[in-house]
């Protein structure tokens, strides 16, 4: 059987601690991590960027997407090598 007091005790104790962690997070992703990265651009890199100008993405096909998106009007030609990553080509001929 499923300890359900259990898991509702632990739930409502993660809840009551955290609230913030059930909210949406920044959407451009964790301001902690973008203001590292912006200190490591600048030190490792002589990178000047500010935080807001970085975008941490969930994985390289959603980096591609953004890209895609961000990149290309809807029916605008690109060009992309071949062979190359399949799911690449999806994304901008998705968009473009």
Known sequence: DFPVLA???????????RPARLRYGDP???SVLRNALQAYLWRARGISCAPDQIVIVNGSQ???????RLLLD????FVIENPGYLLA????????
């Not at 739930?11 to 009551?16: D, H, M, P, V």
């Not at 080509?89 to 473009?96: D, K, P, S």
């Open 7 to 17: 898991w509702r005790r632990a739930s409502n104790k993660a809840i009551l601690r």
């Open 62 to 68: 959603q980096g591609l997407d953004l890209c895609a």
């Open 89 to 96: 080509r999806h994304a901008f001929v998705a968009v473009g």
């Open 28 to 30: 451009q992703g964790s």
């Open 74 to 77: 809807p029916g605008d030609p």
